[in-house]
């Protein structure tokens, strides 16, 4: 079950979503091949920090973070990889490294790779590492309204 806090944001605002329970995945790859979805058509989550506070880079599961560019479309003087001990407090009902993309419900800014926007639905983990949600993009952008931008690098290995 996604967590409760996700649950109840999306059922108070009318989202339809499809939830699908999948054997434990850890990395958003292994994610992507336990649940049959390709890995450009799942978000993954990464944890940044931009300017020494936490943010969400959400992008497609086989692309990295390009830092640089998530640096110059924050507008910040830096922007690094959080480590999971600057967030996992901050996220205490998700696995750590399953927290689905929704920093609006964690006070954090969202950024999304703009090649998810072209994408009618958008699949991530759903708070653990055994489940996955599936909603429209267009309702995930209206109630997270994160800022889109180019900032994917290589592919992942």
Do not use: W
């Not at 108070?12 to 994610?31: D, F, P």
Request: proline residues 4%.
């Amino acid at each position: 079950m996604p967590t409760q806090k996700l649950k109840e944001f999306l059922d108070a605002n009318n989202v339809r979503y499809v939830s699908t329970i999948h054997s434990a995945a850890y990395t958003a790859q292994e994610v992507a091949s336990v649940a049959h979805v390709k890995g450009k058509e799942l978000a993954k989550t990464v944890m940044v920090k931009i300017d020494d506070e936490l943010a969400m880079a959400v992008l497609p599961a086989s692309f990295q973070v390009d830092l640089a560019a998530l640096k110059l479309t924050a507008d910040a003087g830096s922007a690094v990889l959080a480590t999971e001990v600057e967030f996992r407090g901050k996220f205490p009902e998700c696995d750590t490294g399953a927290m689905p993309p929704f920093g609006n419900l964690y006070g954090m800014p969202v950024f999304v790779e703009e090649t998810l926007t072209r994408d009618k639905e958008i699949a991530f983990s759903a708070g653990t590492h055994r489940e996955l949600l599936r909603l429209a993009y267009e309702d995930f952008s209206r109630l997270v309204r994160p800022t889109i931008a180019k900032f994917r690098a290589s592919r992942v290995a």
